[in-house]
């Protein structure tokens, strides 16, 4: 995918069993030139179809982690796909009401947030 000249890449990573393999493929895969533009990861570190809320802390240590393998600044972080924290939908293990299932993805997002300020804070960057 590394080979398409795109500036980012969304990188489903949460859920995945081996997350350092994952990070280790986008490292040595990702161009700093893709026709003029250096490619950025964004790396999924949010399990949307988990209702159990990340910490900040385990954001950042998501983040550190994939930053053994990906420079900082060219490293986001991101969401793993079929994320929709404004609809009123029923996820089986949300709960059975929908205000839950969009308190639960509100309070990730800002776990998401959060943990990035923080690493971003250590940094300084």
């Given amino acids: 995918m590394f080979l398409i000249n795109a500036g980012y890449f969304l990188i489903q990573c949460a859920s995945e069993d081996d997350k350092e393999a994952v990070y280790k493929l986008c490292g040595q895969h990702r161009r700093e030139d893709a026709n003029g533009v250096p490619q950025v990861c964004f790396i999924g570190i949010i399990n949307p179809l988990n209702p159990t ?54 309070r990730k997002i800002v776990a998401r947030i959060e943990g990035a300020a923080c690493l971003t804070r250590a940094w300084n960057l």
Avoid: W, Y
Avoid at 69 to 89: E, K, L, Q, Y
């Fill in 53 to 106: 809320v990340e910490t900040p802390e385990q954001v950042c240590d998501a983040l550190l982690a994939a930053a053994k393998h990906i420079p900082p600044n060219r490293m986001g972080a991101t969401d793993d796909c079929g994320f929709s924290p404004f609809s009123r939908d029923l996820k089986p293990e949300h709960g059975c009401s929908p205000d839950f299932a969009r308190d639960i993805a509100m």
